[in-house]
């Protein structure tokens, strides 16, 4: 089954203490992409990255990093995370054709840093 | 970016067709038109896309006039299970070119 998958679902971290959420594909797409959604903001996109190894910012990439060693697998690190950071973060990936943004999402993760 | 404009919310019931139109003036020659449908706490499910003209598929119609500077997101015949949020995007993507960003979306609310 096509997917994208996200772990965990689910976090509470404290403020300070590094953290990683992991995305991983199994499409073999190019693009893969972080967005994060905030109430009242909607969905806005942090990182993206184009192929391995190829990384970019999106709207709101103050705090993050990413990195693409591999085509399936697209991490987010909290290098120091801290309570703005509290958001619904999701994963998409898609082909690199066209205008395909993300065609595929992943199931999101709840993140709350106190 | 093109941005894009869309309403905040809409009401329907089952059974009704819904309409639901985004605004993208600033839409560039080589962008699409993608609709996103959004459920709470699950990541968006792509609907449809196009390019210009009509785009059918099982689940909508993605209506495109020649300007392209505007879209509606066709919904035949609702149900209860079609309330969520809809996104309107706009865009293209290439080598060069940042990817995406999302509006506010429609709030979809059908009632029985």
């Known amino acids: 089954e096509a997917q994208v998958t996200q772990n965990p679902r689910y976090l509470i971290t404290v403020t300070g203490k590094k953290l990683t959420v992991t995305c991983s594909q199994n499409?073999?797409?190019?693009?893969m992409s972080w967005y994060r959604q905030d109430p009242g903001l909607g969905l806005r996109q942090i990182y993206y990255?184009?192929?391995?190894?190829?990384?970019d910012k999106g709207d709101v990439p103050e705090g993050y990093k990413v990195s693409r060693k591999e085509k399936r697998n697209f991490p987010l690190i909290l290098e120091s995370p801290s309570p703005n950071q509290t958001s619904l973060y999701f994963c998409?990936?898609?082909?690199?054709?066209?205008?395909?943004?993300?065609?595929?999402f992943g199931q999101g993760t709840r993140l709350t840093v106190v | 970016l093109a941005k894009t404009t869309q309403p905040i919310s809409m009401d329907s019931y089952e059974g009704q067709e819904v309409n639901i139109t985004c605004s993208h003036n600033n839409i560039a020659t080589n962008d699409y038109i993608t609709w996103y449908q959004q459920f709470p706490s699950q990541g968006p499910r792509f609907i449809i896309q196009g390019y210009k003209t009509k785009v059918t598929n099982e689940v909508a119609s993605l209506f495109i006039p020649a300007d392209r500077k505007s879209s509606t997101l066709s919904l035949p015949r609702v149900s209860l299970s079609d309330t969520a949020v809809y996104y309107c995007?706009?865009?293209?993507?290439?080598?060069?070119?940042?990817?995406?960003?999302f509006g506010s979306g429609t709030r979809l609310q059908v009632q029985p």
């Open positions: 995007l706009v865009g293209y993507m290439d080598t060069g070119r940042r990817a995406l960003t």
């Open positions: 499409m073999n797409h190019e693009y």
């Open positions: 998409a990936s898609s082909l690199r054709t066209g205008g395909l943004p993300g065609a595929f």
């Open positions: 990255s184009m192929n391995v190894e190829v990384t």
